[in-house]
């Protein structure tokens, strides 16, 4: 999908008037927006790595009401909150075509648990783009003893964690030699399946799990896919870190993606010390942001 | 001859009005039977796999039943992306249930504000107390037609005695 038509997929999900001013925006702009900004009384922005302008529609600025939000949480669940629950309770929406709408506001909770949002107040759809043939020369770097090395990809939010983890399952699960990929999709932003098929390229050989909690999930696609390697968004809780280490002790290659700046950030959480010090990977792939221009760098850990 | 055959299609003609007076009143209470049970499939169904509103509604849309229209109406603006709020959508669509009654269509709109909020739970038993609601109706109905049809019935045959001493 050309990247301004993924731009157009995800403005669906907003009402009247909002739409019209992102669809209004120049092709130029809707092809490197990565995100629109919504927050209740204030005006709707675009971003790119280099920074947030205001959307206007014919020459006005667009201000956001509450009502307009909660329009926009109806339009992107398809008026199904139910269904969007496990989402919701961490604060996002995933639409079709793996875009993501981020929520904040006032929230209902019971029991340490988010219920609902009574009100809210910003609203942030990042728009999920493929960048096919960015993974082709990363892999070649990710190699030990002539097979694929497990590893962490790491880098502040924003920085296209998902998006490189999704081009390297395409690359790998695609074309000769091609390798069977067990793809943990929890949130459902990296192939983004609908009625079953992934919206996104994530190859031929890519089994996907989507929605099921990475503890239970990564267990079923060893069990059941007979997965070489195992790819998995967003390790951010301690089950997550236990279910990397069951699957990395049978002899399966892992691919997982973390928030981070560098080896030494990872190091100072607790969280990520255990993966560290289990050595279940070899190889740490930043992304760091030069000039508004994302750069890839691979280190070697053992 | 003719005058016979002309009294005795005046006087069934006057029956089947004061019938068809009867039949409204069966097929109302029958649309508030029906309706309560589609509150109750709705709520089970939720119950099971608590699926998105376009595959909830699904089912009831593609039947003949009471609710049908309404489904069939809320499942066509939810492809639309200029759309009202769902509970602005679901009144709309109860109002084009022509088969139900004025308090059966009041009680039915109160699911569009129940539909498809956070709690898959809260909303099983809102249908449900919804369904008590239409229920009650329903028997209200049904003491209302056991006694009014057989006033219309009386009533048309009446009308239809009066024409034919008329016409003789």
């Given amino acids: 999908m050309e990247d301004w038509k993924a731009f157009d997929q995800a403005a669906g999900c907003l009402p009247g008037a909002l739409r019209l001013g992102a669809l209004a925006l120049p092709e130029q702009v809707r092809s490197r927006c990565e995100e629109l900004h919504l927050r209740a009384g204030r005006q709707m922005t675009w971003s790119d790595p280099a920074g947030e302008q205001p959307v206007m529609l014919r020459g006005n600025p667009l201000t956001v009401g509450e009502e307009e939000l909660r329009l926009v949480v109806e339009l992107a669940t398809r008026s199904s909150l139910h269904a969007a629950l496990e989402g919701l309770r961490q604060g996002y929406v995933t639409l079709s075509g793996g875009h993501r709408l981020g929520l904040c506001g006032q929230v209902a909770t019971e029991g340490g648990q988010i219920r609902g949002f009574r009100h809210l107040s910003s609203a942030d759809l990042r728009i999920a783009r493929q960048r096919q043939g960015i993974g082709a020369h990363l892999l070649s770097q990710l190699q030990k003893n002539g097979a694929l090395a497990s590893t962490l990809i790491l880098s502040p939010p924003g920085f296209g964690k998902t998006t490189l983890l999704r081009e390297l399952v395409r690359t790998l699960s695609t074309g000769a030699g091609a390798l069977r990929v067990g793809l943990m999709d929890q949130r459902g932003e990296v192939a983004a399946l609908c009625q079953g098929v992934p919206q996104l390229d994530v190859g031929h050989c890519t089994d996907v799990l989507e929605g099921c909690p990475k503890g239970v999930g990564l267990m079923l696609l060893l069990r059941g896919m007979n997965p070489q390697v195992l790819a998995v968004d967003e390790i951010t809780a301690p089950e997550d870190v236990e279910a990397l280490m069951q699957a990395a002790g049978c002899g399966v290659t892992l691919l997982a993606t973390a928030h981070g700046w560098s080896r030494e950030d990872l190091l100072r959480r607790p969280l990520y010390r255990t993966l560290w010090q289990e050595k279940l990977f070899s190889h740490l792939l930043l992304i760091r942001m030069e000039g508004g221009q994302r750069q890839y760098q691979v280190e070697r850990l053992l | ?168």
């Fill in chain 2, 1 to 168: 001859m003719i005058r016979w055959v002309g009294m005795a299609l005046a006087f069934g003609g006057c029956l089947l009005l004061g019938g068809r007076g009867a039949w409204r009143l069966h097929l109302r209470e029958t649309a508030l039977r029906q309706a309560a049970e589609d509150m109750e499939e709705l709520a089970r169904r939720l119950g099971w796999n608590a699926p998105p509103l376009p595959q909830l509604l699904a089912g009831l849309g593609q039947g003949d039943g009471p609710l049908a229209p309404a489904c069939r109406h809320c499942l066509a603006a939810l492809e639309q992306v200029d759309r009202p709020p769902f509970g602005v959508v679901w009144r709309q669509g109860i109002a084009l249930c022509t088969d139900l009654p004025p308090p059966g269509i009041e009680a039915l709109e109160q699911a569009g504000g129940l539909l498809g909020q956070y709690d898959p739970a809260a909303q099983q038993a809102g249908l449900g107390l919804l369904a008590e609601r239409l229920r009650t109706l329903a028997a209200q109905a049904e003491e209302q037609r056991q006694r009014m049809s057989r006033v219309y019935w009386v009533a048309g045959g009446a009308a239809g005695l009066l024409l034919v001493i008329l016409l003789a």
